[in-house]
T-cell receptor, first 114, second 112 residues
Framework: NAGVTQTPKFQVLKTGQSMTLQCAQDMNHNSMYWYRQDPGMGLRLIYYSASEGTTDKGEVPNGYNVSRLNKREFSLRLESAAPSQTSVYFC?????????????FGEGSRLTVL | GENVEQHPSTLSVQEGDSAVIKCTYSDSASNYFPWYKQELGKRPQLIIDIRSNVGEKKDQRIAVTLNKTAKHFSLHITETQPEDSAVYFCAASKTNTDKLIFGTGTRLQVFP
């Protein structure tokens, strides 16, 4: 049981390049999320998916796109990377039922845009 | 949308002392308030949560209090230990199945 797995763990891009962060969970969770973490700014929600087939914008969606490929996988795409997107990205999943709202996070992906 | 403010941004205490972190939220419809701990280089992990029908919840050395009228909630850590050193995040959402909005974090340092 690996929990939430993110790839890659580290990536360096040049301005204008594109890339996709992959996330997969093996806990059969309905909801999945992408957050970015920057010093002094906490965890900011980029996009989330409440269930397979649905996606919604979070606090900071500009410059990103997402795909909920199936119940297990939720990818984040940067079409044209900018230095302002240098950050640590966390994927998370949640059972999201009446008993618990706990988010289970992946290990994070550190992205640097030059 | 929801906005969560967290204070202080850094907190240093002596081992054995208590630590208190405070958060305020803007959306009166919020009803679920978890706290996450993130150790250096690690992922955030849930340590305790509280729902709006409860004013206080305890789990060993940690406790959370909620004041819905004032729209603020707090994390209390008693008898702090060096392993409590970490960044703590508060968060809020309308339900525990809704999107979670985080505060900016508090870096707690516990000195031996």
């Amino acid at each position: 049981n690996a929990g939430v797995t993110q790839t890659p763990k580290f990536q360096v891009l040049k301005t204008g390049q594109s890339m996709t962060l992959q996330c997969a969970q093996d806990m059969n969770h309905n909801s999945m999320y992408w957050y970015r973490q920057d010093p002094g700014m906490g965890l900011r929600l980029i996009y989330y998916s409440a269930s397979e087939g649905t996606t919604d914008k979070g606090e900071v969606p500009n410059g990103y796109n997402v795909s909920r490929l199936n119940k297990r996988e939720f990818s984040l795409r940067l079409e044209s990377a900018a230095p302002s997107q240098t950050s640590v990205y966390f994927c998370a999943s949640s059972e999201a039922n009446a008993n618990t709202g706990e988010l289970f996070f992946g290990e994070g992906s550190r992205l640097t845009v030059l | 949308g929801e906005n969560v403010e967290q204070h202080p941004s850094t907190l240093s205490v002596q081992e054995g002392d208590s630590a208190v972190i405070k958060c305020t939220y803007s959306d009166s419809a919020s009803n679920y308030f978890p706290w996450y701990k993130q150790e250096l280089g690690k992922r955030p992990q849930l340590i305790i949560d509280i729902r709006s029908n409860v004013g206080e919840k305890k789990d060993q050395r940690i406790a959370v209090t909620l004041n819905k009228t004032a729209k603020h909630f707090s994390l209390h850590i008693t008898e702090t230990q060096p392993e409590d050193s970490a960044v703590y995040f508060c968060a809020a959402s309308k339900t525990n199945t809704d999107k979670l909005i985080f505060g900016t974090g508090t870096r707690l340092q516990v000195f031996p």
